[in-house]
């Protein structure tokens, strides 16, 4: 099996380590016999995303933003089919807002969103920094996943309209600091505002995506099984040490 991640603006969004993303996803197929060919996109290289079979769109300033939306509106029929499809999509940050509707900076400008989520971010002088932790519900039996740990640095305030939050926050500020929901999910997109990077401490998760990704593609819902316990160690201390 052979699975094709896309890696959007490698060049343009990749703060606070996201980069480690792409790497946890790529090891933890190759420890399992999976072929993983990264398929790096920037501004105005070609790409079909009913072709890929995850699309990781990492966190960017606000400037990078605004010299996306350009580039990311011309792409948006060719996204939607793919996600409607079932393509699994994890958005971190800037990567989220570009998602949802409009991201407005502080002189009250609105730079356009890709509308395929229904949020909103509006531009904050209070900036949310910090460790957090969050309960989510995704998958079932004794591998489902219950909680994500990560690092949250974000200044714009992100407000969900019709679409469903990623995780309740346990510990954190979240999508706003103020109504305790953390991320957004549609479909097999997930987006958030952990960082850290999210994957490596949230082996679960990755296992998540890998699997909603294999399943689309070749109609295979389980992955063979790895030893976590360091992984899962890294979660777990960062999970007591926030909630105790």
Request: hydrophobic share 40%.
């Given at each position: 099996?052979?699975?094709?991640?896309?890696?959007?603006?490698?060049?343009l969004?990749?703060?606070?380590?996201?980069?480690?993303?792409?790497?946890?996803?790529?090891?933890?197929?190759?420890?399992?016999?999976?072929?993983?060919?990264?398929?790096?996109?920037?501004?105005?290289?070609?790409?079909?995303?009913?072709?890929?079979?995850?699309?990781?769109?990492?966190?960017?300033?606000?400037?990078?933003?605004?010299?996306?939306?350009?580039?990311?509106?011309?792409r948006?029929?060719?996204l939607?089919?793919?996600?409607?499809?079932?393509?699994?999509?994890?958005?971190?940050?800037?990567?989220?807002?570009?998602?949802?509707?409009?991201?407005?900076?502080?002189?009250?400008?609105?730079?356009?969103?890709?509308?395929?989520?229904?949020?909103?971010t509006?531009?904050?002088?209070?900036?949310?920094?910090?460790?957090?932790?969050?309960?989510?519900?995704?998958?079932?039996?004794?591998?489902?996943?219950?909680?994500?740990?990560?690092?949250?640095?974000?200044?714009?305030?992100t407000?969900?309209?019709?679409?469903?939050?990623?995780?309740k926050?346990?510990?954190?500020?979240?999508?706003?600091?103020?109504d305790?929901?953390?991320?957004?999910?549609?479909?097999?997109?997930?987006?958030?505002?952990?960082?850290?990077?999210?994957?490596?401490?949230?082996?679960?998760?990755?296992?998540?995506?890998?699997?909603?990704?294999?399943q689309?593609?070749?109609?295979?819902?389980?992955?063979?099984?790895?030893?976590?316990?360091?992984e899962?160690?890294?979660?777990?201390?960062?999970?007591?040490?926030?909630?105790?």
């Open positions: 099996m052979r699975l094709r991640i896309c890696h959007l603006y490698p060049d969004m990749d703060l606070y380590g996201d980069r480690g993303n792409i790497i946890t996803l790529v090891k933890r197929c190759n420890w399992r016999g999976i072929e993983v060919e990264i398929v790096p996109i920037s501004l105005g290289q070609k790409i079909d995303f009913r072709e890929m079979d995850l699309v990781f769109f990492g966190g960017g300033s606000d400037r990078e933003q605004g010299l996306l939306f350009d580039d990311l509106s011309g948006r029929e060719n939607v089919k793919a996600i409607e499809d079932g393509l699994v999509v994890l958005a971190i940050c800037g990567g989220l807002q570009l998602l949802g509707r409009y991201y407005q900076i502080p002189d009250g400008t609105k730079i356009p969103g890709l509308e395929i989520l229904d949020l909103w509006i531009a904050s002088n209070k900036r949310l920094i910090g460790n957090v932790c969050l309960e989510v519900n995704l998958g079932e039996g004794p591998n489902s996943l219950n909680t994500l740990v990560g690092f949250e640095n974000h200044s714009g305030q407000h969900l309209g019709q679409v469903k939050p990623l995780g926050v346990m510990r954190g500020h979240g999508n706003n600091g103020q305790g929901w953390e991320g957004a999910m549609y479909r097999n997109v997930f987006g958030t505002y952990l960082h850290g990077p999210l994957l490596p401490k949230n082996p679960i998760f990755t296992d998540h995506l890998l699997k909603l990704a294999l689309r593609r070749f109609g295979v819902a389980s992955l063979g099984l790895l030893d976590d316990s360091l899962l160690a890294a979660h777990n201390y960062m999970l007591n040490r926030l909630t105790r």
